[in-house]
Structure formats: C-alpha cells, structure tokens
C-alpha cells in the first residue's frame, strides 16, 4: 500500500529540470483524490499520474504570461494575459466539424419543415380549389348543407 503523502514523491523518479510549480500542482490534485482511491494506488501508478500531470501542465507554457491579482474593496479578481503557438489545431477542427454537423442538421431540419409547410398548404388550396368547383357547378354531397354550415355548427357544439 501507498503512504500518501509521507513518502511522496519518490526521490528517483522526478527529474531535476521540472518547473517548481508543475510539481506543486500535481500533487496538489492528486492529493485532492479521497483518501480509500488513493491508498488502492500503487507507486507506480503515483509516480505514473503525477509525471502525466507535470507533463501537462508543462506542456502547456506560454512565452507570454502575465497573471495578477488585485482587490476592489471586498472582492479579490485576477488577471491573465497568455500568448504562445497555437497548439490547438485538433481541437479546433473537431469543433469545427461538429459546428458543421450540427449546421447541416438544422439545415435539414427546417428544409423539411418548410417542405412539409408547403404540401400542407397545397393541398388545402387544392381541396379549397376543388371545393369551390363544386358549389359552383351546384353539386351537393350533402342536401342544404355546405361547408361553412358544417364549420359553423361544429363551432357552436365547442362553445
């Protein structure tokens, strides 16, 4: 079993050249990880995440990077100002692509709908069309009865 964090870290496994604050923030978070996970950990397994972390952060330098903090009255705010090679290539493009996906889908989506408006809306006007034909050519389906009778009834049924 591990001994968190008395014996961290393992003196022969950390490299000299890595930056102070790298190593500050991984055992930071790896101690942020309930005590009963941590203690099924093997060392190797610490040693492991912990490199990954100081990796990642360190990875992650920028050549210009200013942070500061001040105080307006009783609030605390930061400042930060990164600039660097934009290393997000992968990223980007995945985002992109998924914007685009999603573009397409609502694309399709009101094309459908406006498609499905427009059969809707030309088949009423062809039932209208065909309707008016028929009162013209004085043709009753139903004896003394048209269609505004019909709607009108209906109507006071509801009411």
Do not use: C
């Amino acid at each position: 079993m591990t001994r968190w964090p008395h014996q961290w870290p393992p003196s022969n496994t950390v490299e000299k050249k890595q930056n102070e604050s790298s190593k500050i923030f991984a055992d930071f978070t790896l101690s942020r990880i309930k005590p009963e996970i941590r203690q099924s950990f093997t060392d190797v397994q610490l040693i492991e995440l912990r490199r990954v972390l100081i990796d990642q952060v360190e990875s992650s330098h920028h050549s210009l990077d200013i942070r500061f903090t001040f105080r307006i009255l009783f609030q605390s705010y930061y400042f930060v100002i990164l600039s660097g090679k934009d290393r997000r290539k992968k990223t980007l493009d995945a985002n992109n692509s998924r914007k685009e996906k999603t573009t397409e889908k609502l694309l399709s989506i009101a094309v459908t709908g406006i498609i499905t408006l427009g059969i809707v809306y030309s088949a009423y006007s062809l039932l209208v069309l065909l309707y008016q034909i028929k009162k013209e050519m004085g043709i009753d389906l139903i004896e003394n009865m048209h269609i505004e009778d019909a709607i009108k009834k209906i109507i006071e049924m509801v009411i």
